[in-house]
């Protein structure tokens, strides 16, 4: 996920409080069914929110209170889909509780490496399941358990037709069975957290205290004899992370225009990576020396502690200009770097008319790395191997540290149309992105000493009755120079060209754009949108850039009421990318990039929603 042209970069909140980071890998975890309603909240963060500053993801999910009944739910269609779920929820005096559970299988779980219709081997299964409970104890104060559990396997969708490359002991490339499109390659990702909180409200003081636990782990199992056949190697990979910590906030109006906030984070992670891997030998050429494959065991760990503390007011100058101002020091210790840093905060809204709102803001932040450090005897010990590193330099990913300015403006037009146009520029030091460097599905951090981040945004929507209409247009520009942390994963060309020469990053969609409208009333449901992508960065350096592209859904539900064993039974159809295009994310190239992903083809989905 790309927001504002960063790569990942969020911080999500459930129900206030915060989830902490797990893993980098591809399931999507959060289930959408959860969700009562989102909010995606950019720029100029106020002081409360630190470490992930992209864009802060706040979900309020559905309560046992809000329900008016439990829901089942089959829906399936294209790519062998079918995904069933379960929502249970309700109240009874103080305590409240819900409830759900899916299962998803398909053929389409990571992106499709070809342009085929069907992706070569890319079944997937993923069972879910999510629960907040709620005890309130009297008027005042508030006990609640939020929990999740995510189980997935998936299947590494395969390029046919590629050439063997390297010779294996007791195999021949002229053998049927070893053909690149029956690679056998999986992933299991797992994720499970829990989070208590205690919440007080009174009339001037709200605070909230929520300590929490999570776990998540990636499994990469290798097919050995076509890996080593097509790549040179074999690995097989755990990743895993473990983290507890707990967050406290408070909020106290200490006068009529003064409001003011402050808060407490801390953290602590402990990350594992075990590999066991099957290479070749080979000598200062890089040719294969022996048939025989040679197994590396290399099992290593990282910590990270991280902590932060903020204050800040928000002062209401007068009832059209609201001020919001504060500071934040952060810390992040690990097993491979020590670094601190107080960041100020500035934030004003203005509100000349009743229909215009504008808002002018800056902000420091400090964004730790994800603890995945590689260490330079892992590197020692694969050297005269096909897992040998591109060179020898390993210097740790550093903190992200930069500067933010965000402006911009909300004008009702008429009471149904509103627009905004927000502008946004970000220098960064020691800017972090993500890569993935191997067909394991895990991404890993490095950065660049020197980055520059701007861009705009407009966004309208209008309402009235039944109707509904959007249009959305960004604009982005990235800048970065000087790899300055995991360059053992790069090309010596590739370093050499970019600590001379500012380079766009990969995940930069220079343009994009989104439109729709809908129609919604007791029993009709209809909608048609589009999504433009301008393309991304690809090639040398990131020199070249894909394939613009323009992408078109739609879909239609039809309620029935008062159904017998029921009250509302939905019938929906769904058409994605209806004119079946074919389009082109990556082509395997690019700085971090590792494997070519084409977007869907067109798929057709139907389900049925039972309340009761």
Known sequence: MHVRGEHGGLTYRVNGVLLPEGLNGFGQELDTRIIQSVDLLTGTLPAQFGFRTAGIVDVHTKTGSTLKS???????????????????GGSKGRFEYFTTFSFNRNTIGIENPTASFRATHDLTQQGKGFGYFSWRLDDNNRISLLTSASYADFELPNTTGLQPTYQLEGTSWNDPSVQSRFLNDSQTEQNYYAVVSYQHSAEKLNLQLSPYFRYGRIDYT??????????????????????????????????PDHTIRAGLLGQYTSERLDTNSLVFPIDSEGNQTATTPLRLIDNTGNWSAEAGAYIQDEYRINRKLTFNYGLRYDRFASSFGNEGQLSPRANMVWKPFRSTTLHIGYSRYFAPPSPQYVY?????????????????????????????????????????????????????????????FGRAVILAPFSYRRGHVYGAEFGSAWRHGPWSVFGNFSYVKTAARDINSAEYQFAPEELAYIRSHAIQLDHQGEYTASAGTSYSSKHHLAYVDFLYGYGLRSGFANLDKQPQYAIFNIGYQYTLTHVPLGRDLKIRADVVNLFDKRYQLRDGSGVGIYQAQYGQRRGTYFSLVSDF
């Open 70 to 88: 439990n829901q089942l739910s089959l829906y399936g269609g294209s790519y062998n889909t079918f995904a069933p779920s379960l929502q249970l």
């Open 222 to 255: 290798p097919d050995p004899v076509r890996d080593l056949v097509f790549q040179g190697v074999a690995e097989h990979e755990v990743n895993d992370f473990t983290t507890g910590g707990a967050q406290f906030d408070l909020s106290y109006d200490v006068a």
């Open 376 to 436: 330079p005897s892992t590197l020692a010990h694969f050297a005269g191997t096909t897992n040998a590193a591109a060179n020898l330099t390993d210097t740790a990913t550093k903190v992200e540290t930069s500067n933010y300015v965000d402006a911009g403006i909300l004008q009702h037009i008429t009471p149904d149309l509103q627009i905004t146009i927000d502008a946004y520029s970000k220098w960064a030091h020691n800017l972090t992105d993500l890569g993935q």
